[in-house]
């Protein structure tokens, strides 16, 4: 207690009774101060006032009782009050106790130690019973309150509670607590395939009940009264009862669907990115393999007779370079490193444009169907890329419809908001264009659904399928800025949204006007070639020498550097790889040479557009040249660019080799 002294009422109608509580307080050393009112109402507004520590009801108070004015009062105050009465009576004894009071006194029997004992033991009884309540009070905030779900289960497994977020992790009914209906035992708990968890027979809880053994971080499904599957982490402790023994168990469920779901989408972005470097680095080297190839195929088409076996021979191993190059490419845009060149694009005119190809693609068992919205909003996209997009997911579905079905084709605008983003965190908030590509074949079992995107991956028979469409399909995509949502169903058939972000106002750009073949002309102008891959650095020198051109050679940037001072600048043109060993790329030499030289000619050649990064790309001022590329290409290009003709977009071939075009996919520009 504080050194101040307790404050008292004594509620009673007999003023010698009050004398005589009086005399007995002041007998106890100033430890209470002690006010008295002598009827019912004056006591109920002074108990209003809170102002008492501890009050003295006696039983009888005129047509009233100490017993009413004590279940009154129990609404304004929670201090403690005890009953006083003249003689006493067991059954006004139990009333008081049942009523609430702290303590039922006989005022014969009253003394100034009994009454202090009674004030000081009904002091500390109500602070003890406070501070419970309390406790109780903010456990049970605690639990309501609580982000994971609570439950209490007896000793047979039945829950007797079951907190807020519990009863909407398990789907339980607000009354099935209540009624008993509950166990834990029943709990199935499975993989989220379904299929029961190894170890778990008898279950965990089971276990624990038996054993008192807790139960950590298990992760498992259980299908609840609705049908609907969650995923859970649970973790369970044993109660005891006062002899030691167990009582039940307290759970905790946390509902994890959504964050394996997010984790699970992680280690697949992860994967396929990882897949993706070494799949650009793979070809990467090969492409500079297949320049050499072809470039030296087109050295012999030149230089042999028309019409000969040789000819057939040299034509077949050009084709079989090309058909090696258009694999590669496609690797290439599963990585999102292919090169592309995006416009404004009006996407229904795309799906126009193909409307008359795809029946032959697909099939004329196969219905297809076409949904286009009005009004859709332009997408800023390569063109051939995005009919690429239409003709992969043409393929897969019509491999996925072998006795005929429904190819649905479907654009709309799609608005994502920020609640749209928890089921699919790799959307954006903004408005896109949505393609949805819906098929009614086989569908995919969701283990398969996991690795669709994969490269190499298929589920086709051997020689039947490459497993780079859909991964064609995906890094298109991605490089776009994209990303692609999947739902497929056994014996149902898949849908593919594809979503696009929206490039605003429309506004298309024409198409560059096609080159007719000509004689490719050279000059006595002096190159400077830089190219880390020596068979392609002596291939390329031998090509352009050709041409009468006068043709310096360096292996890296450094050496370049070198080349370049021992010429004394005399240099026209640098046709420079853009990926070099030594620490200088070769944009890094461009400026360093233009530095030296300002009105120096610049060709960037590369195999895959990862390497076009920086501010001096930014203007698409410069002129590049993708690998693998053939002889009459890198000669026209360069042709063009001394004369000033070539612009920053990748130039396409204008010549031809011995009266045969060049095949269209080893352009400088790429369609995927």
């Given amino acids: 207690m504080s050194d101040a002294p307790v404050k008292v009422l004594l509620v009673d109608d007999d003023e010698d009774d009050y004398i005589i509580t009086r005399d007995l307080i002041l007998r106890i050393a100033g430890r209470y101060r002690l006010d008295w009112v002598n009827n019912f109402h004056a006591a109920l507004e002074a108990i209003q006032r809170r102002e008492h520590a501890v009050y003295l009801l006696d039983y009888r108070l005129g047509e009233r009782t100490g017993l009413e004015l004590l279940r009154e009062s129990q609404q304004f105050t929670r201090a403690p009050m005890i009953l006083l009465t003249g003689q006493g009576d067991r059954e006004v004894d139990m009333e008081a106790m049942k009523a609430g009071a702290a303590d039922y006194l006989v005022k014969g ?49 039945t829950i007797t509670f079951a907190n807020h977020r519990a009863e909407e992790v398990l789907g339980l009914a607000k009354d099935a607590v209540a009624c008993g209906s509950c166990s834990v035992l029943d709990w199935r708990m499975t993989d989220p395939e379904g299929h029961a968890l190894p170890g778990q027979q008898p279950s965990s809880l089971k276990k624990l009940l038996e054993t008192g053994q807790p139960v950590q971080d298990v992760h498992h499904a259980i299908d609840r009264s609705d049908s609907h599957r969650t995923l859970l982490s649970t973790n369970a402790t044993p109660l005891f009862d006062a002899t030691g023994k167990i009582d039940g168990m307290v759970i905790t469920v946390e509902d994890i669907t959504e964050r394996l779901m997010l984790e699970a989408q992680l280690r697949q972005s992860q994967k396929m990115e990882s897949v993706g470097q070494l799949a650009a680095g793979v070809a990467h080297d090969i492409n500079n393999i297949l320049t050499v190839i072809q470039g030296h195929a087109g050295l012999l088409l030149n230089a042999v007779q028309p019409g000969t076996d040789s000819v057939r021979s040299v034509k077949q191993i050009s084709a079989a370079a090309e058909r090696a190059a258009s694999f590669i490419r496609q690797l290439l845009t599963f990585s999102r490193k292919q090169i592309f060149r995006s416009k404004i694009l009006d996407l229904n005119a795309v799906l126009q444009n193909l409307k008359s190809m795809l029946p032959r693609l697909i099939g004329e068992d196969i219905t297809l169907e076409i949904h286009c919205q009005a009004d859709l909003p332009c997408i800023q996209a390569d063109a051939g890329m995005v009919e690429q997009i239409v003709m992969n997911l043409a393929v897969n579905s019509r491999d996925a419809m072998p006795k005929g079905g429904k190819f649905i084709i479907t654009t709309s605008a799609v608005e994502v908001d920020a609640a749209y983003l928890k089921q699919h965190p790799e959307a954006r908030v903004g408005w896109f264009a949505c393609l949805t590509v819906a098929d009614t074949g086989c569908g995919m079992e969701p283990k398969v659904l996991q690795r669709i995107f994969e490269p190499f991956f298929t589920t086709k028979e051997v020689g039947k399928g490459t497993g780079l469409g859909l991964a064609t399909v995906y890094g298109v995509v991605k490089q776009h800025h994209g990303w692609l949502e999947v739902q497929s169903e056994v ?170 075009p060049s095949p269209a996919p080893v352009l400088a520009e790429h369609s995927v």
């Fill in 491 to 660: 014996g149902v058939g898949t849908t593919f949204r594809i979503m696009l972000p929206v490039a605003g106002k429309a506004g298309d750009v024409p198409d560059a006007p096609s080159v007719k073949s000509e004689t490719i002309r050279g000059g006595k102008e002096t190159l400077l070639l830089v190219e880390d891959e020596v068979g392609l650095l002596e291939l390329v020198r031998e090509i352009l020498q050709q041409y009468e051109y006068r043709v310096l050679i360096a292996s890296s940037g450094v050496e370049a550097l070198r080349v370049w001072d021992e010429s004394n600048g005399q240099v026209d043109l640098l046709l420079t790889d853009m990926i070099m060993p030594g620490g200088m790329t070769g944009s890094d030499l461009a400026v360093e040479l233009k530095k030296r030289k300002p009105g120096l000619k610049v060709i960037y050649a590369s195999g895959y557009s990862s390497a076009l990064t920086g501010k001096e790309f930014a203007s698409g001022e410069n002129i590049f040249l993708a690998k693998p590329y053939q002889p009459n290409q890198v000669a026209q290009l360069i042709r063009n660019t001394l004369d000033g003709k070539a612009n920053g977009k990748p130039q396409p071939a204008s010549a031809q080799v011995n009266g045969a």
């Fill in 109 to 157: 029997q009253l003394n100034a130690d009994i009454l202090d004992r009674a004030i000081r033991y009904a002091i500390k009884g109500k602070r003890a019973e406070e501070n419970l309540r309390r406790e109780r009070d903010l456990i049970s905030r605690i639990m309501e309150t609580s982000p994971v779900g609570i439950v209490v289960a007896n000793q047979t497994g």
